[in-house]
């Protein structure tokens, strides 16, 4: 579920940043709204993958990916430039998110985290 989760707050993210770009710099109240509403949505998709997901390979993916399909909306949808060295850079992006995924499975060790500075210690194994 954490991964569904994960990618889910890129869509999020994704339509967010279109709808900032549609906004035209917050002057029009509609992609305004939808902006912020969206980004709120996507970092609390984002907060529920990282309960599973490790926060590194979480943040990259989510952000690189989003890079490379916000990159990609921009040239077919507002015409923004485009070269053969930007195709290549977000094909480098794509296969680094994909690396970071083959590395460790972003899945976390599953041990606890401690959640104060005595309890800390005590996982060093010293009473």
Do not use: H, R
């Not at 279109?18 to 609390?44: D, H, Q, R, W």
């Not at 690396?99 to 976390?108: F, P, R, T, Y």
Request: glycine share 10%.
């Amino acid at each position: 579920m954490s991964w569904f989760y994960l990618f889910l707050a890129i869509f999020l993210e994704v339509a967010g940043t279109t709808s900032m770009k549609l906004s035209e710099g917050m002057s029009k109240p509609i992609p305004t709204i939808a902006m912020f509403v969206l980004y709120f949505f996507s970092f609390s998709s984002l907060s529920l993958a990282l309960k599973q997901l490790e926060v590194g390979t979480a943040y990259a993916i989510w952000s690189g990916l989003g890079t490379a399909a916000i990159a990609l909306i921009g040239v077919y949808l507002f015409k923004d430039s485009f070269s053969l060295l930007k195709g290549v850079a977000i094909l480098l992006i794509i296969l680094g998110c994909v690396l970071l995924n083959l590395d460790s499975g972003g899945e976390k060790a599953g041990a606890p985290l401690a959640t104060n500075s005595s309890e800390a210690g005590n996982q060093s194994g010293v009473s």
